[in-house]
């Protein structure tokens, strides 16, 4: 009887890991299901995003917050799941990478821009000059803030004396944490830099800060009736104003080239979500990178 009564328990404590096995498998399985399923879902935001794009290219030269694909997206429902799409171009924000030119050497006039930006932010000015480090080809300390090599002694990584990647690498820099990189991502971006072009900032869609980084001159006044009087066709409407004067004008436009997709989808307990850069270019969309966002501080 006890022989027999052991046995029992044996094979009860090997039913039960059994089924404790099965149904850990069977989650498994559910769990790569749904994020399949969140994975295509973000993917077919992404066909939408580019049809859009591209049916917007050939039926307008002017890119403006008033469009079709600037719009705000509401979650639609796919099967069991729900999806959207956010569509926002890069041209509204400065590109970090136009600190340094493609010798590696600090832009001193978009250095002086950005560090206005970050002063009517309330942000520290002399953080940019760690970033010029950051990007630089030198091993000298740029500015009052400049930070090299020795500075990252007790990082698990090394400066990296290069343009910027991604957004995120970001908070590698000295200085940067996460607050502070969060008050930049309205006003700022991380592009692709092409040999000898400096990226465009389009005035129909960029936001306050950026002018008045821009435009030393212009007022908040100023600002309100610009961006009131949006949709500019061309730069003539605004080559007459007051404030204009001091001003970056080279490198203005009134179209957008690269747009940023924000992608997130919802089947049962899985959340998804990715980042896409497109380039629109003669009329076409290229998809320069893609990116999962596990998280974000």
């Known amino acids: 009887m006890i022989i027999v009564l052991g046995l029992v328990a044996i094979v009860a404590a090997w039913a039960a890991n059994a089924a404790y096995e099965d149904m850990l498998s069977l989650r498994q399985a559910d769990n790569a ?16 995003a580019r049809l859009a794009l591209e049916e917007d290219g050939k039926n307008s030269q002017v890119d403006s917050l008033e469009e079709d694909w600037a719009m705000p997206a509401t979650p639609f429902p796919l099967d069991d799941g729900l999806v ?15 600190l340094v030119n493609d010798q590696g050497l600090a832009d001193r006039y978009s250095v002086a821009q950005v560090k206005r930006l970050f002063t009517q932010l309330d942000l520290d000015a002399n953080m940019v000059d760690a970033l010029i480090d950051w990007m630089d080809a030198d091993n000298k300390p740029f500015g009052v803030g400049g ?3 020795d500075g990252y002694y007790d990082r698990k990584y090394s400066i990296k004396n290069a343009r910027l ?12 944490d996460a607050k502070t990189v969060k008050i930049l991502s ?12 400096k990226t465009l900032i389009n005035i129909n ?19 309100d009736a610009m961006i009131e ?10 080559n ?3 404030w204009v004067a001091g001003g970056d004008l080279l490198h203005l436009g009134v179209n957008s080239d690269m747009f940023f997709l924000h992608a997130q989808a919802s089947f049962g307990h899985i959340h998804w979500r990715e980042n896409y850069l497109l380039e629109r270019k003669s009329g076409r969309l290229t998809l320069l990178w893609r990116e999962r966002i596990i998280w974000q501080p």
Do not use: H
């Open 147 to 149: 930070v090299e090599a």
């Open 84 to 98: 959207m799409g956010e569509i926002e171009d890069s041209n509204r924000f400065f590109n970090l990478n136009d």
């Open 186 to 197: 309205n006003v700022v971006t991380v592009r692709p830099v092409y040999a000898g072009v």
């Open 33 to 48: 299901q749904l994020s399949l399923r969140a994975e295509l879902a973000c993917l077919s935001a992404l066909k939408l």
């Open 205 to 223: 869609t960029a936001k306050k800060p950026v002018l008045q980084m821009l435009f030393p001159k212009m007022t908040d006044g100023d600002a």
């Open 240 to 242: 007459n104003q007051p």
């Open 165 to 176: 990647d991604r957004w995120n690498e970001l908070r590698m820099v000295i200085g940067f």
């Open 229 to 238: 009087a949006r949709p500019y066709n061309d730069l003539t409407a605004i």
